[in-house]
């Protein structure tokens, strides 16, 4: 089984997740200029809470769409999850 915190890969804050050859970098996305994970166990489940900063002209339509394919792509990556939330939060414009 694997553990969150130290030896199993699976951080509890961070950009990305890995656990043995698998890994998976949430800002690897198309879209996804920066993210920060959280993962957590609730018992049995494995929780990943993804915020990912995002173009902040992006249409609502378009965030909803890449949340699908940041989910997709978080199950297809680490089989243990269960829960997958991603919030899409608009990149701060540079000056």
Same mark, same amino acid.
């Given at each position: 089984m694997t553990?969150?915190?130290q030896g199993s890969g699976i951080s509890p804050t961070g950009t990305s997740i890995s656990d043995g050859p698998r890994r998976f970098n949430a800002a690897a996305i198309d879209g996804v200029?920066? !993210?920060?994970?959280? !993962?957590?166990?609730?018992?049995?489940?494995l929780?990943?809470?993804?915020e990912g900063c995002v173009n902040p002209t992006l249409a609502v339509r378009d965030a909803?769409?890449?949340?699908?394919?940041?989910?997709?792509a978080v199950l !297809?990556?680490?089989?243990?999850?269960?829960?997958?939330?991603f919030t !899409?939060?608009?990149m701060p414009f540079s000056s």
């Open positions: 553990r969150v915190g200029e920066q !993210a920060h994970v959280r !993962a957590r166990w609730t018992g049995r489940t929780r990943l809470e993804i909803d769409h890449l949340r699908h394919r940041v989910v997709d !297809a990556a680490i089989p243990e999850a269960r829960v997958v939330t !899409a939060r608009a």
